[in-house]
T-cell receptor, first 115, second 112 residues
Framework: AQTVTQSQPEMSVQEAETVTLSCTYD???????LFWYKQPPSRQMILVIR??????QNATENRFSVNFQKAAKSFSLKISDSQLGDTAMYFC????????????FGQGTRLTINP | EPEVTQTPSHQVTQMGQEVILRCVPI?????FYWYRQILGQKVEFLVS????????KSEIFDDQFSVERPDGSNFTLKIRSTKLEDSAMYFC??????????FGPGTRLTVT
């Protein structure tokens, strides 16, 4: 079975702090991509960051970076210098690079940045 | 920047009625998807569409659901006879070159 587990239903930090959101996944496939999506109150799904499973180097995108541990099937998201606009639901997901290439999502982490 | 669009943004319908949700994927994308998100829950895959046919569908996508690409741009999801439990946000998505999926803004379906 292909699953994604986000063990933190909710998190809350102060503005400018660093926060790490956890994600583990399970698949028997070897070729896949991992993603973090942000869903603000508008409910739009916004791509935050992408990681190719074949790359050992962790992806970074401005204040967002990941810690990808392929053997442990772990894919955490670190947000540095958090801003009020980072308040949102964050979903971890992966796609297998064959077949229908559908996204498999976790349950999400509700992140609140406090002023 | 190209984007996925969806109409309507909000649809209210009565139980048993048919609804059609519309999407315009990004023009040079080849795979199209519908996902569903019941309020407060995770995003769930419904169906994928490639080369004018369904490539995969989930258990949720039963005989009440159908998809169509009637022309070169639109991609529709039809629910034949809506049930209360169909109330959800429905997202259309299309896939880019690096396997990232671009989502539309969603259609909020309310079945009363």
């Amino acid at each position: 079975a292909q699953t994604v587990t986000q063990s933190q239903p909710e998190m809350s930090v102060q503005e400018a702090e660093t926060v790490t959101l956890s994600c583990t996944y399970d698949t028997s496939e070897n070729n896949y991509y991992l993603f973090w999506y942000k869903q603000p109150p508008s409910r739009q799904m916004i791509l935050v960051i992408r990681q190719e499973a074949y790359k050992q180097q962790n992806a970074t995108e401005n204040r967002f970076s990941v810690n990808f541990q392929k053997a442990a099937k772990s894919f955490s998201l670190k947000i540095s210098d958090s801003q009020l606009g980072d308040t949102a639901m964050y979903f971890c997901a992966f796609v297998i690079i064959q077949g229908a290439q559908k996204l498999v999502f976790g349950q999400g982490t509700r992140l609140t940045i406090n002023p | 920047e190209p984007e996925v669009t969806q109409t309507p943004s909000h649809q209210v319908t009565q139980m048993g009625q048919e609804v059609i949700l519309r999407c315009v994927p990004i023009s040079n994308h080849l795979y199209f998807y519908w996902y569903r998100q019941i309020l407060g829950q995770k995003v769930e895959f419904l169906v994928s569409f490639y080369n004018n046919e369904i490539s995969e569908k989930s258990e949720i996508f039963d005989d009440q659901f159908s998809v169509e690409r009637p022309d070169g741009s639109n991609f529709t999801l039809k629910i034949r006879s809506t049930k209360l439990e169909d109330s959800a946000m429905y997202f259309c998505a299309s896939i880019g070159q690096l396997y990232e999926q671009y989502f539309g803004p969603g259609t909020r379906l309310t079945v009363t």
